[in-house]
């Protein structure tokens, strides 16, 4: 007797693919279920996980996540400024969304297992891992437990009639949403090769960009951009369509070397046009608008909260209580930003809110609404500590 259903977070590549018979032939599974969740990744992708999914699985479903992905998990990276090492993060913001629709399929199908085809190398395991956990199940990853490489791989796909979208020569593996793009594998591994034009799929290269600059506007209400040139858009959309224009200005490349969260080093490479554009707006739009201490103390706060977004850590307590104060400085981010498009560059020109306490009279050198010489007094204690160290450490 078989041990019943297992459900399989399923992207429709090489290693959830592979999945599938695995979980048969080697598990001993009677059904399994594929989830393929849509985070905004070209429609041809989802179609062909569809595609496989009802082939080689024994049910399938395609979920659609775009709305909740972008209100759950983008826009309070907006919000927070949500950078991992200097990247806008995208996989990680991604996953447990989807681990959670994998969960509810699983109750559905009365499935007491779910499965991932992450490696034990990644990150992802860690995030799916955490979720299904969560709720109670037990946690099948097939390319971790055995060991696989990516060669073993592509051979048990061939000879299963399974079709991948790789191959020996050009085995990279991709994931894509509605925000960010990451390659990775093959050559690229090797931290001196320089990435060939090819994997690359929404951005042109800078090089080849438009000789002419592109001016847009993005407005902003409470930390969430809300129109693109004064025109008003459902985030997805807005999103979408800054994706498209950016990508077309070579910008949102990203070649890094990243620190994992198991403490392997790897090379990512990463397309994230729209990301680049929107965070870098808001991120000035708060300077406008937020004071010093406010400022200051939420830098340490945005880090924190990147880090547990890309560790997929969104059930600890800490990360309800991050995203309550980034909240609460978000309600005087309201206002526009005026950027420059360039051949891979975003330049912030102006930026405009009504909830701006910055003044020209007081800033400008010209204006005598503030007495200077008030200052006097402030500049003779000013570093005063420092002043009876250093006289003393003198002597």
């Known amino acids: ?27 001993g599974y009677d059904r399994v279920v594929t989830v393929a969740a849509d985070v905004g990744q070209r429609k041809e992708e989802i179609a062909i996980a569809e595609e496989k999914g009802k082939k080689f699985a024994d049910k399938h479903y395609t979920l659609d996540l775009i709305d ?27 996953r447990p969304v989807i681990a959670e629709a994998v969960v509810e399929i699983a109750k559905k199908e009365g499935a007491t297992a779910v499965a991932h085809g992450c490696t034990g190398k990644g990150n992802d395991q860690l995030r799916f891992d955490v979720v299904f956990r969560a709720a109670g199940l037990d946690v099948i990853a097939p390319i971790r437990e055995r060991n696989m490489t990516r060669e073993w791989e592509i051979s048990y796909a061939e000879e299963h009639g399974i079709p991948v979208p790789v191959d020996k020569e050009k085995p990279w593996s991709m994931d894509e949403n509605l925000w960010s793009r990451s390659i990775e594998g093959g050559k690229l591994e090797d931290p001196a090769f320089h990435p060939p034009e090819e994997i690359y799929a929404w951005t ?42 950016a990508g077309s200005h070579g910008i949102g490349r990203n070649d890094m070397m990243e620190n994992r969260v198991l403490g ?12 680049n554009v929107l965070m870098t707006a808001h991120a000035d739009l708060e300077r406008l608008v937020l004071t010093r201490e406010e400022y200051a103390f939420k830098q340490g706060v945005d880090a924190k909260w990147a880090q547990l977004a890309y560790y ?53 050198f010209d204006s005598t609404t503030i007495d200077q010489t008030d200052a006097i007094g402030f500049s003779m204690y000013y570093g005063l500590q420092a002043r009876m160290v250093r006289k003393k450490l003198n002597k």
């Open 312 to 364: 997929g850590l969104i059930y600890e307590p800490l990360w309800d209580a991050l995203n309550a104060f980034i909240d609460t400085t978000q309600k005087r981010v309201n206002g526009t930003v005026d950027l420059r498009l360039y051949k891979g560059s975003v330049t912030v020109l102006g930026r405009f809110s009504p909830d701006s306490f910055y003044s020209i009279d007081a800033a400008s």
């Open 68 to 94: 909740e992905f972008v209100d759950r998990c983008l826009m309070p990276s907006i919000k927070a400024n949500g950078l991992y090492e200097g990247y806008p993060m995208g996989t990680s913001l991604a």
């Open 1 to 27: 007797m078989g041990k019943g259903t297992v459900v399989l977070a399923y992207s429709g590549g090489l290693d959830t693919s592979i999945c599938i018979p695995l979980l048969k032939e080697e598990y």
């Open 264 to 275: 392997i080093k790897a090379r990512e490479v990463y397309e994230h046009p729209a990301a």
């Open 204 to 245: 042109v290269s800078p090089l080849k960009a438009p000789d002419e600059p592109l001016l847009l506007t993005i407005t902003f209400e409470a930390g969430i951009p809300v129109a693109l040139d004064g025109k008003r858009m459902k985030g997805a959309d807005l999103i979408s369509r800054v994706n498209q224009i």
